[in-house]
């Protein structure tokens, strides 16, 4: 998908900037809080969020949307980078461009990965989910900076709320982890049947129609969407136990 022709020219028209330039008025910023100069880093950058978006939504409608709220987590980079701890401001923003990203793209994500969050883990238990878009195990964006690296999975980069910071991802990574055997840890308690609705259903990028399901297991499309239900609500008890939630998150 394009980007908008205006917004293409606009880009076009962006002067580029060196490392060492860019080093030093990020230095700068730092020590005078100059608006200017937060002006000039975010406008030097918006060609990379450009590169992100395009990686986590290639095929997407709303490419633009993407790139507004790329541009928003570019911002809030420039914001609270800090040159002390000796990470460039291109790695340090590529995490907060995904952020905000993936934060838009959870507006339609999938049930499990929407739950590993803490609103999305609030809204996982009290059954309030958007519908189908991307799976847990989606393939996203590259390594920092655009390498060369594989992408890697929707669930290892979804954000938290807007003040999370980097610092303290390791409390999020790790509640992902824990998601994600639970998930795996629920699929033997299926039979044939459910793990069939499972996968084809809840964990798909794009869900199989259910007429689609129903001719697999030889059964109407309602009673897929009657076990589906029934799939839905076990997951969640099953998650909601073996991550210690409340039981009655899931009442």
Not at 77 to 100: C, E, H, N, S
Not at 106 to 132: I, K
């Amino acid at each position: 998908m394009n980007i908008d022709e205006s917004y293409a020219r606009t880009l076009e028209r962006l002067p580029t900037m060196s490392a060492a330039e860019q080093a030093a008025l990020a230095a700068r910023y730092a020590r005078t809080r100059n608006p200017r100069d937060a002006e000039r880093l975010v406008l030097g950058n918006l060609r990379l969020v450009v590169k992100i978006a395009r990686e986590l939504g290639p095929y997407r409608a709303d490419l633009m949307d993407l790139i507004q709220e790329g541009n928003a987590g570019l911002t809030c980079a420039v914001k609270r980078f800090d040159p002390g701890r000796g990470v460039k401001l291109t790695t340090y923003a590529v995490w907060w461009i995904r952020a905000f990203i993936m934060r838009h793209l959870m507006a339609t994500s999938r049930m499990v990965s929407f739950a590993s969050t803490r609103e999305g883990r609030r809204r996982f238990f009290l059954r309030d989910l958007p519908g189908p878009d991307r799976s847990l195990d989606a393939r996203g964006s590259k390594d920092d900076e655009g390498g060369s690296a594989p992408g890697r999975a929707l669930l290892d980069v979804l954000a938290d709320d807007e003040d999370d910071r980097p610092d303290v991802r390791c409390e999020e990574n790790e509640y992902r982890a824990r998601l994600q055997r639970a998930v795996d840890g629920f699929r033997p308690t299926l039979d044939k049947r459910g793990r069939g609705i499972l996968e084809m259903r809840l964990l798909r990028d794009e869900p199989a129609l259910l007429k689609d399901v129903g001719k697999r297991f030889a059964i109407s499309g309602e009673r897929v969407r009657q076990l589906e239900t029934r799939v839905r609500n076990d997951l969640r008890r099953h998650v909601a136990g073996a991550l210690g939630e409340p039981e009655r998150a899931v009442a």
